[in-house]
């Protein structure tokens, strides 16, 4: 081989290998970048979960104290207007 066909194959594979670096450059970064937005995303979710988890357990103790006796019992009075069959009297007041 002579020297400038050595130098030639010397600046290609220099050009090669600049190229490669820079690809590899940009795929670390673009990577970087997307672990910090899908990160930003794992937050928000665990912070939506953790409401949802509060508001949960707000809907199940109301339908536990909604499914009580007492609570059917007293709508009934209050808002139907019932009374109960043992002989309970009533007085309205105007």
């Known amino acids: 081989m002579t020297q400038t066909k050595l130098q030639s194959l010397v600046k290609l594979i220099t050009v090669l290998a600049t190229t490669l670096l820079f690809v590899l450059l940009c795929i670390v970064i673009y990577q ?32 536990k104290k909604r499914s009580s006796d007492s609570y059917i019992e007293q709508e009934a009075r209050e808002n139907l207007g019932m009374i109960e069959e043992n002989g309970e009297t009533i007085y309205v007041i105007s």
């Not at 910090?36 to 939506?48: A, H, M, V, Y």
């Open 32 to 63: 970087y970048v997307r672990l910090g937005t899908l990160s930003k995303k794992d937050t928000e979710l665990d912070r939506k979960i953790a409401e949802l988890s509060v508001t949960e357990a707000e809907l199940r103790e109301g339908i």
